[in-house]
């Protein structure tokens, strides 16, 4: 995957007492089940999150009137307005196109969401299907970009790849600055140049979805964080957030014939039960919930 990611300067990263993560006490939910007001606070000023704005339906003009094609959006450039390798529409077709409840209903998540447009496998699903849309790009020189382009979406800046203990210590990560996409953690090997690195905050994912979209299904999850996805999955419990299906990439420049974090994501995805398909997308692993296999 390749772009420019060298977009505005990120916002200066609150450090200190500011920074400390929410506890558990802040992180339940109101009476109402509404997210906690000192957990989004906290959330806010360590992960720049951005709630969603109210927003039409459909909010794309290329989605009006393409119900159950979307021919009009498909037809966007692939790479530039949507899906590299036609993921989204081919998820949408295999999965989604004939349940119909699903449409205003549905959660789309994207770990490497990028600027929202480029490459973005989340963006057709919360602008033609209506699903809620919860956006987390970890690069902090494109996450103003993707906070304007996709302004219907949760949006949160951060690596949901640390623990807890990590968390309340203020844990950060550096990620290579370089023409990827999905530019990687420092501490993978790049394989190709890069311009420096950058600081982003770590946390839990776990935490943060049991507060924004509280007691509900995420249906399709798009995961392609360059060598990190074990990282990630090793602190997002499964048991207690519900995802029907995962895409998670398999190939790339950090992960080729031999590729240990291949093995350790498929690993993981195996102890929760959950069944592979490994030849409908290219490049990609999908992974279905157990009550759909």
């Not at 529409?89 to 600027?115: D, S, W």
Request: charged content about 25%; overall charge negative; aromatic content about 8%.
């Amino acid at each position: 995957a390749t772009a420019d990611a060298t977009e505005d300067e990120p916002p200066p990263m609150t450090t200190g007492a500011e920074a400390v993560m929410a506890t558990e006490e802040n992180a339940v939910q109101q009476p109402d089940g509404t997210p906690n007001p000192s957990f989004l606070e906290d959330i806010k000023k360590k992960y720049q999150y951005h709630p969603p704005a109210p927003r039409p339906r459909p909010t794309s003009e290329h989605c009006e009137g393409g119900s159950p094609d979307f021919v009009g959006f498909f037809n966007l450039s692939a790479v530039f307005e949507r899906s590299r390798e036609n993921e989204d529409k081919l998820m949408y077709q295999r999965f989604f196109k004939n349940r119909r409840p699903l449409v205003n209903e549905g959660i789309v998540m994207e770990i490497g969401a990028f600027n929202g447009i480029r490459e973005s496998n989340s963006r057709f699903f919360e602008e033609c299907l209506g699903w809620d849309s919860v956006l987390i790009e970890a690069n902090p020189k494109v996450y103003k970009t993707l906070v304007k382009q996709r302004p219907n979406s949760h949006r949160l800046n951060f690596a949901p790849s640390c623990n807890e203990t990590e968390e309340l210590a203020n844990k950060t990560i550096e990620f290579h600055v370089s023409a990827f996409t999905n530019a990687a953690q420092a501490d993978i090997l790049p394989p190709h140049p890069v311009k420096g690195t950058v600081t982003v905050p770590c946390g839990r994912l776990t935490p943060v979805l049991q507060q924004l979209i509280p007691n509900r299904t995420i249906h399709f999850f798009s995961l392609d964080v360059e060598g990190a996805e074990p990282l990630i999955l090793q602190n997002l419990d499964l048991h207690q957030i519900r995802i029907e299906i995962l895409m998670i990439e398999n190939s790339n420049n950090y992960c080729q014939a031999e590729c240990p974090s291949r093995d350790e994501f498929r690993r993981i995805m195996d102890s929760y039960g959950y069944t592979r398909d490994s030849n409908y997308i290219r490049h990609s692993d999908v992974f279905l919930h157990p009550s759909l296999s």
